[in-house]
């Protein structure tokens, strides 16, 4: 696996595809389109002998953008980033932060393509691809996508923890539109490392990110809800409506596979929180809020002065989410 590094120096869970298997979709997919452009060269020629020269020029110019540039354009927003090429060698077109390439990002590369790729013959592709760490070409960099294999052994791949049952389907109704790309490459991988990390730098982290996403959805964030359960509902979420945008039918209600869900360990794993006492235990990574005390029936006996109340600590003001005591 590549070393491709966040800002919070976690090691981002994609393999890029490199120069060798890239130049070999790229052959396959130039051969089955010039062949096609070829084909349908021919019978236009055929069928427009009788048109003047500029006419057939046109149509000539006209044919060779709509055929070599507009279909490969076409087929990558069709099929989400797998050409005919890719297909063969087991590779994909995604976005920066793993999720699928749209019109914008197709367009953006097959733009480039002409220059980097039909009118130098891959030479500007290859020299941007030997030069990039990850493999990229020009119209990669320019569109904020990335090459990557998808024939990989699936037991090393790293992958995110389903949400807490009781969170499926609580946000459903959020508004994840002004979410950075950079913020969701950033739960991500908080969420596939996080048994990694210390537990102190963890838990900072948690209420870290969860602040940017409340901030982002303008939502505030439920209460009692610890800051990793919140992220790996909102990140299932978002999982959910790209599977749902992308393949036209959702994974499940949380974004994960059904079995992933089902196949939950009996006791859930333990959160990340800061130092506690020794006479205390950690509280569980995706355990419910647990419910208030019942209140006692009133009883006749004369009461004790009433209590001024106290000011509430200020330990949660800044970020929503209190670590447990």
Do not use: N
Request: proline share 12%; charged share 15%.
């Amino acid at each position: 696996m590549s070393a491709l590094v966040t800002g919070d120096a976690v090691v981002l869970g994609l393999r890029p595809a490199r120069l060798p298997s890239r130049a070999l979709a790229l052959l396959i997919d130039m051969v089955v389109a010039w062949a096609g452009y070829l084909i349908v060269s021919f019978t236009l020629l055929l069928a427009t002998a009788s048109l003047d020269d500029a006419a057939q020029a046109a149509i000539a110019v006209a044919l060779f953008v709509l055929v070599l540039v507009g279909v490969p354009i076409a087929v990558e927003t069709l099929t989400h980033g797998r050409s005919l090429g890719k297909l063969a060698c087991g590779l994909r077109v995604v976005r920066d932060d793993g999720g699928p390439i749209r019109f914008r990002h197709a367009l953006v590369r097959g733009a480039m393509g002409v220059v980097e790729i039909l009118l130098t013959f891959g030479v500007v592709a290859c020299i941007a691809s030997l030069v990039s760490g990850r493999g990229r070409r020009i119209g990669d960099v320019f569109a904020g996508t990335l090459v990557v294999r998808e024939r990989v052994p699936t037991g090393r791949a790293a992958a995110l923890p389903p949400p807490p049952p009781w969170l499926m389907g609580r946000f459903s109704g959020l508004d994840l539109s002004a979410v950075p790309d950079a913020l969701w490459l950033a739960v991500r991988q908080y969420l596939t490392r996080m048994g990694q990390l210390d537990p102190q730098v963890s838990w900072t982290m948690a209420v870290r990110l969860a602040d940017d996403l409340v901030a982002r959805t303008g939502a505030p964030a439920p209460e009692g809800v610890p800051p990793a359960a919140y992220l790996a509902a909102v990140m299932a979420e978002r999982q959910a409506r790209d599977a749902l945008r992308a393949f036209g039918a959702p994974r499940g209600a949380t974004g994960f596979p059904p079995h992933a869900v089902t196949s939950l360990p009996a006791a859930p794993t333990e959160m990340a929180a800061p130092p506690r006492t020794p006479s205390t235990t950690a509280a569980p990574l995706f355990a419910p809020p647990t419910p208030p005390p019942p209140t006692s029936l009133p009883s006749t006996a004369p009461s004790a002065p009433a209590r001024q109340p106290e000011p509430e600590s200020d330990a949660g003001s800044a970020t929503g989410f209190v670590p447990p005591a």
